[in-house]
């Protein structure tokens, strides 16, 4: 009997006892050991058939999502002339992690890590009419992003597989519709991946456009800081997190005074020095916005939040300025003041404007000024929210505390207008006639990063509980000896799985049992079937399910129809349809 089911004997890959050294989370140790994956270089893998077919089963569940709403599938190539780069800017603007290059025609490339611009390009030439809007297409492609520290596995790599999907619309009204479409199709695939996901506020970054919205797994393995209400629905990632403003003190500003502070150059330093709590105090971080210094100031107990800064200068490669820097600039590290100050940028959070009689340095060695106040005593070119959001302060739509949790970003939606188009030209002809520009929308679903985030939240000490339906096999089926009674009860079995449309593994390998149920619990598909002279001679199968410690010895006659059960319930379990959490 000639069987298409994969066998454990041949498959390209073997499974590993130990852990890879370099492994620091769950998904990055389990996807290796289990021969899901193999590390190439820093960031980059290589998938074996394991990992493939899992991959391809998420592309599966997200296709489906998408073809739901309309949109269609193409394909995008991922090496492109730089020309559309250019005329958004993003050649000039991104930094190293868009990959630069020169064909043999001295031509600039670039290997895409998006494709907004290759997308608009498109529907700039196919769209010529508003009866043609709205629509939307989807691709899943290799994205390249030189990564400087990839880590984590598949959460952080420089080569990966997206699926990104745009959408052209004749009016912001229109795409407000559509990207609700949108989110929701994301939310149902997440869901029916085994996800539940965070829909949060984002911060659009160098992606340009106005809204963003992040979609995360909750984990302690993620790497991104999410701000949550503990009483209603607000959520942001903290890069643009905002809480309710500082209440104004109404203090009366007192007069501006020096004071002796020997030693004192820290924000704590300097508070205990003065018997002064740290909000008493004004913070200066100074940073390096690529042409000029920009002195930030903000109130002592606040940090800063980088993210809201670079959008406030735009200023996307910002970093913290070097003590040389500010000796050039005529300021005094650990004493340095906003007051007095007239050749250099100075940011002001409004935590400062709401705060009277603050401690600041002198900007000279050993002193600091009592009583600055904000606009008396200095003038700021930018005043701004700019400081990162704490557990436990108060919701900005409902005034409960706030609270951080970690997560890893799974899909991303951006509704970008006319932000790109504008840039260009690309442009329909309104029903009235006149030509308008395309207003796009851009939604992404990181396929590899998907895989590892359903194995951060679906596994225990033995290995993965893959969700029915990414396994890469929906039954494990384990035969026990080499006996031919035992060989061939195994291949008619599996030959009936497959009859009732299930995939199956089968491990033929002449291995120990204890071997052979680790590797079972390792790969984690769903179901696990087992095959012995014991059951050969009862006449039924053992069936147990990944995610329980039972096992159940079922009648050979009723086991197949039994399997398909399971395996329906399992993949009903995971509603795309529940209410939003």
């Not at 994205?143 to 959408?167: N, V």
Request: proline letters at 6%.
């Amino acid at each position: 009997m000639r069987l298409s089911v994969q066998r454990l004997s041949s498959l390209f890959g073997r499974t590993l006892r130990e852990d890879p050294a370099d492994a620091t989370i769950a998904s990055h140790r389990l996807m290796v050991r289990g021969a899901f994956i193999r590390p190439l270089g820093a960031g980059i893998f290589s998938y074996l058939p394991l990992g493939w077919r899992t991959l391809r089963r998420i592309e599966q569940v997200v296709r489906e999502e998408m073809d739901a709403v309309g949109c269609q599938e193409l394909l995008m190539p991922v090496v492109h002339p730089s020309t559309l780069w250019e005329r958004t800017g993003r050649f000039a603007s991104l930094g190293p992690e868009l990959v630069r290059f020169k064909d043999r025609a001295e031509r600039n490339m670039v290997l895409a890590l998006t494709h907004e611009e290759i997308a608009l390009d498109l529907a700039a030439r196919l769209v010529g009419s508003y009866r043609q809007l709205p629509v939307s297409v989807y691709h899943f492609q290799t994205k390249f992003r030189d990564e400087p520290r990839p880590r984590g596995g598949l959460l952080r790599t420089r080569e990966f597989t997206m699926k990104d999907a745009y959408t052209f619309d004749p009016s912001p009204e229109s795409l407000d519709a559509t990207y609700r479409q949108f989110v929701t199709a994301y939310v149902r695939a997440f869901r029916r991946c085994g996800i539940e996901p965070l829909v949060v506020e984002s911060d659009a970054g160098a992606m340009g456009g106005s809204d963003a919205d992040e979609f995360h797994a909750m984990t302690s393995a993620g790497e991104d800081t999410i701000v949550v209400c503990t009483s209603c629905d607000y959520g942001a990632n903290q890069e643009v997190a905002t809480t309710q403003p500082p209440e104004p003190d109404d203090a009366e500003p007192l007069p501006m005074e020096k004071v002796e502070t020997p030693g004192q150059e820290t924000i704590t330093a300097v508070a205990g020095f003065l018997g002064l709590p740290a909000h008493r105090t004004l913070k200066a971080v100074f940073y390096w916005t690529g042409d000029q210094i920009a002195f930030v100031a903000i109130r002592g107990d606040l940090e800063v939040n980088e993210a809201k800064l670079r959008g406030t200068l735009g200023a996307p490669d910002l970093r913290l300025a070097a003590d040389q820097e500010l000796t050039a600039a005529g300021l005094v590290p650990g004493y340095a003041s906003p007051v007095g100050l007239n050749q250099v940028m100075v940011v002001v959070d409004r935590s400062v404007e709401c705060t009277s009689n603050l401690v600041a340095g002198a900007n000279m060695p050993g002193f600091h000024l009592l009583n600055v106040n904000y606009p008396r005593d200095f003038a700021a070119d930018h005043v701004a929210d700019i400081a990162a959001v704490a557990a436990g302060d108060p919701c900005p739509k409902c005034g409960a505390a706030l609270e951080l949790r970690t997560g890893i970003e799974i899909g991303n939606t951006f509704k970008f207008g006319a932000y790109y188009s504008d840039k260009l030209d690309a442009n329909f002809l309104s029903e009235g006639g006149s030509p308008q520009p395309i207003v796009m929308g851009s939604y992404g679903i990181g396929i590899t990063r998907l895989a590892a985030a359903v194995v951060e939240l679906h596994h225990d000490e033995h290995g993965i509980i893959w969700p029915a339906s990414v396994a890469p096999y929906d039954v494990h089926l384990v035969q026990l000896g080499q006996a031919d009674e035992v060989r061939e009860a195994a291949e008619r079995f599996a030959h009936d799985l497959e009859a009732a449309g299930l995939t199956v593994l089968v491990d033929d390998r002449d291995e120990s049992a204890g071997v052979k149920f680790n590797d079972a619990d390792l790969l984690g598909i769903p179901i696990r079937c087992t095959v012995s002279r014991r059951t050969v001679r009862a006449d039924a199968v053992e069936i147990k399910l990944r995610h329980q410690d039972e096992r159940e010895q079922v009648a050979s006659a009723e086991s197949v129809a039994r399997v398909v059960a399971e395996h329906d319930a399992l993949l009903a379990a995971l509603s795309p349809d529940a209410p939003l959490g």
